[in-house]
C-alpha cells in the first residue's frame, strides 16, 4: 500500500518512476477522455473465452461419462457428471486466493496469461479424456491453474478512470453471463465435429470421439491477453532507486492495520452477498433446464434440448445489450447497493411467475418464457456486477488481486453446492405433486425465493457496508 500511494504521489506531481508499467498505466488513465473502448473490449473477449471453454462440456458431458463405462445404470449418469462439474469449481475454490495474491506480488498481466493457457491446454485434455478419472483431474487442474478471474476485476477497475468502473466491470460479468448461455450451445455444435478423425482412429483415443473437444473454443479470443498493459504499481524495488526507504517504512507503519482482508467489513460483506446470490443463480441455472425439458404431468414445460437453447440464447443477446448500455447509467444514478438491493426484490415475483407460465402454451408459452428468462438473467448479472464494484472500492490497488481471489474462493465453494443442491431439491419436488402445501414446482421456486430473500435483506445496513 505504501508503494501504491508513493507512486500516485509521485503522478500527481507529474513525475515518473522508471520501471513500473503500473505508473505507465495510470498515467495514461488520467488522461483519458470518454469511453476506453479498447480496454473494456480486451476485457471482454478475455473473460467470453474462458466462460465459452468453461461451459462448452455439459451438451456432451453426458454422453462422455456413457462412454467411459463408469454408471452401471443410466440413471447413474448424472450423479458421475455432478463430480466432473464440480470438479473445476473446487479447484478454482482452492487456488483463487494465491493466485490473487501471485496478482499483487507480480502483477496482473501474468496472471492473466497463465490462466488463458491453462483452459488451452487443460479443455483440450479434458476432451482427449479416457476415463472418468483423467477427467475428473483435468477439470480440476483447469480450476486450480485458472486464477483470472479475480485479477481480470482487478485490471478492469485500474485501467479506466473511476467513473467508468461500472463499464469495466460490467464487461467482465456480461462476457462471463454470455460465455455460460453461448458456452454450451457451441459445446455441442463443435462435439459433434471430428476435427482430427484420423489422428483419433490411429490413436485408438475412443470407440465414439466425434463428441469430444479437441479444440478449445476459445482459443483465438484467448490471444487478446498479450494485448494487456500491465496495471500494477511500482515494486518496492523500483521505489527505492526513487525514495529514501525510511519513508515507505513510516508509510507502512501507518497504514499496517488495513492489511488484514478479513477484517476490511465492506469487503467481507459484499463477498458474502455475492456468494449468496451466487449460489440462488447456481441452482437456479441447475433448475430451469430440469424444469423446462421435464414432462407436463410433472409440471415442466416438455421442452426439447434445442428448444431450451433458443430461450438461453435469447437471454445472452438482451443480457449483452442491456449491461452495455442501460447498466452503467442505472448504476450512476442509484448506486451498486440500491441497484442490488431493487433488482433483487424484483427477481423473486418474476420467479414465482415460473409456475403459471408452466400453464400456458403455444406461441404464448414462448413469447413469456422467453420475457421472463432473458428479465432473469439480466436481473442476476446486474445485481453481481453491483457487488463487483463494492468488491474492488473496498480495497486498495495492493491488496485487489487478493481480494477479488478471496470472493472467487467463496464463491466457488457456493457454486460448487448450488448444482448439486438444486438438482436434489428439484428431484425432491417431483415425488410430491400432490402435496397440499406447495405442491411440485411451486416448492422449488419458494426455497429459490427464501435464498433470493436472504440476500437481499444482506444488502441493508448494519451488514453490507459501502467504503
Not at 18 to 47: E, F, N
Amino acid at each position: 500500500m505504501a508503494a501504491v500511494e508513493y507512486a500516485e504521489s509521485l503522478l500527481q506531481k507529474d513525475e515518473y518512476v522508471q520501471g513500473c508499467p503500473g505508473c505507465a498505466v495510470d498515467r495514461r488513465k488520467q488522461l483519458q477522455r470518454g469511453l476506453p473502448l479498447k480496454q473494456i473490449l480486451t476485457v471482454w473477449m478475455i473473460v467470453l473465452a474462458t466462460a465459452l471453454t468453461i461451459a462448452s462440456l455439459y451438451p456432451f458431458l453426458y454422453f462422455m461419462i456413457r462412454d467411459f463405462g463408469v454408471a452401471d445404470r443410466e440413471e447413474d449418469i448424472g450423479y458421475y457428471a455432478g463430480f466432473v462439474g464440480s470438479s473445476f469449481m473446487i479447484g478454482r475454490a482452492v487456488s483463487s486466493t494465491l493466485w490473487g495474491v501471485i496478482a499483487d506480488r507480480y502483477g496482473r498481466k501474468p496472471v492473466i496469461i497463465i490462466g488463458c493457457a491453462s483452459v488451452v491446454v487443460f479443455n483440450t485434455l479434458f476432451g482427449l479424456s479416457v476415463n472418468f478419472g483423467m477427467a475428473i483431474i483435468t477439470r480440476f487442474l483447469l480450476g486450480s491453474m485458472n486464477g483470472l478471474l479475480g485479477p481480470i476485476k482487478a485490471y478492469a477497475c485500474e485501467t479506466v478512470r473511476d467513473e467508468y468502473q461500472s463499464y469495466g466491470l460490467s464487461a467482465v460479468s456480461t462476457a462471463w453471463g454470455t460465455g455460460l448461455v453461448i458456452g454450451p450451445a457451441l459445446g455441442g455444435f463443435l462435439a459433434q465435429i471430428p476435427i482430427f478423425p484420423a489422428l483419433s482412429d490411429n490413436l485408438s483415443i475412443c470407440g465414439s470421439c466425434n463428441y469430444r473437444l479437441f479444440l478449445d473454443p476459445g482459443t483465438f479470443l484467448h490471444l487478446s491477453c498479450y494485448l494487456l498493459l500491465e496495471s500494477l504499481m511500482c515494486s518496492y524495488d523500483a521505489l527505492e532507486a526513487a525514495t529514501e526507504q525510511s519513508d515507505i517504512k513510516e508509510m507502512e507503519e501507518n497504514k499496517a492495520s488495513k492489511k488484514s482482508l478479513f477484517k476490511n467489513w465492506p469487503l467481507m460483506s459484499s463477498i458474502i452477498v455475492y456468494s449468496t446470490f451466487s449460489l440462488h443463480d447456481m441452482a437456479y441455472s441447475e433448475i430451469f433446464s430440469l424444469w423446462a425439458e421435464s414432462p407436463r404431468r410433472l409440471g415442466g414445460l416438455g421442452y426439447s434440448t434445442e428448444d431450451v437453447g433458443s430461450v438461453l440464447s435469447v437471454s445472452g443477446l438482451g443480457l449483452l445489450i442491456f449491461q452495455s448500455s442501460l447498466y452503467p447509467i442505472m448504476e450512476k444514478l442509484l448506486g451498486p447497493i440500491m441497484i442490488s438491493r431493487v433488482l433483487g426484490i424484483v427477481s423473486i415475483p418474476l420467479l414465482t411467475s415460473y409456475h403459471y407460465i408452466a400453464m400456458l402454451s403455444g406461441i404464448t408459452l414462448s413469447i413469456v418464457l422467453n420475457i421472463a428468462s432473458l428479465l432473469k438473467n439480466v436481473l442476476s448479472i446486474s445485481i453481481v456486477t453491483g457487488l463487483f464494484i463494492l468488491q474492488n472500492r473496498a480495497v486498495d490497488q495492493d491488496q485487489r488481486g487478493a481480494a477479488n481471489g478471496l470472493a472467487m474462493t467463496f464463491v466457488s465453494l457456493f457454486k460448487a453446492v448450488g448444482p448439486l443442491g438444486g438438482g436434489a431439491l428439484f428431484s425432491w419436488a417431483e415425488t410430491r405433486l400432490g402435496a397440499d402445501f406447495l405442491p411440485g414446482d411451486q416448492m422449488v421456486f419458494f426455497i429459490l425465493n427464501i435464498i433470493e430473500a436472504i440476500a437481499v435483506l444482506m444488502t441493508f445496513k448494519p451488514f453490507l457496508v459501502e467504503r
